[in-house]
């Protein structure tokens, strides 16, 4: 009797140890599943000058050229990369839509956006500036050789808004579903692309010079969206999802 006594004094208190060691267990297999699924995503690209830029975010310059070793120079697929650890959000900015990310113009640009353990969303990022009033954006559309191939509503909710010494500023965001994807596709072949911008206002068209930058925003930020999409395999994201 004791000594079965001692034997179920003892297996009780194995207990909370097995437990602790099964959580242990658990939590490393998720970890591991995170990071095989971020193996696959880094894997389209090689990395040059991170930095830490606070509050878990990183930056780096990433070369999505093949081949193991770019020669950063002659780099001709660059993108701005940013790793947003408190979202669990990677992002990367191609280098003709960060040029157009500092200017105060009227123009319209793209930004590949990846969630932990999912795959890439292409964003589309519209913003403007009014001289006179407020603009009340409502719609996008982008024209390929004089016919609309993108057309996107704009919820009024959706528009962040300011007044700066330049005019009124009004910029938004959205994901293009697989439709508009096909379409960024047909503008990334070529041909004459104008973008107009529709508000409780009247209307206002992005400049000659900036509607080409887009043309080239839309082909390098499709080629980074395919090399991450290639990337990330099935088996990755499935068992990463499944533990997260």
Partial sequence: MERDAERITMKTALIPLAFATLLSASSTFAQNA????????????QVKGASDKGNGRTEAYAC????????WER????????????????????????????????????EIAVLDCKKPLYVLYPYLVSKQRQFLLKAVSVMLNGKVVLQRPIQS?????????????????????????AALRKIA???????????????????????????????????IY????????????????AEK
């Fill in 75 to 110: 780099c001709q697929l660059v993108a701005i990369a940013n790793r947003d650890t408190p979202t669990g959000m990677d992002y990367y900015t191609p280098r003709t839509s960060r040029l157009m990310a500092y200017g105060t113009s009227t123009f319209l640009r793209s």
């Fill in 189 to 223: 072949q070529g041909g004459k692309v104008s973008i107009r911008f529709t508000g409780e206002a009247g209307s206002m068209s992005v400049n000659p010079q900036d509607a080409t930058m887009f043309s080239r925003d839309v082909t390098d930020a499709l080629a």
């Fill in 64 to 71: 999505f050229d093949s081949g193991a070793k770019p020669e």
């Fill in 226 to 241: 395919d090399a991450l999409s290639a990337a990330i395999t099935p088996e990755a994201q499935q068992a990463c999802l």
């Fill in 34 to 45: 995170a990071d095989a699924w971020r193996g696959t995503l880094t894997s389209a690209y």
């Fill in 157 to 181: 909710q959706n528009v962040l808004q300011r007044s700066e010494s330049y005019g009124h500023e009004e910029k938004a965001h959205f994901i293009a579903d697989g439709e508009q994807i």
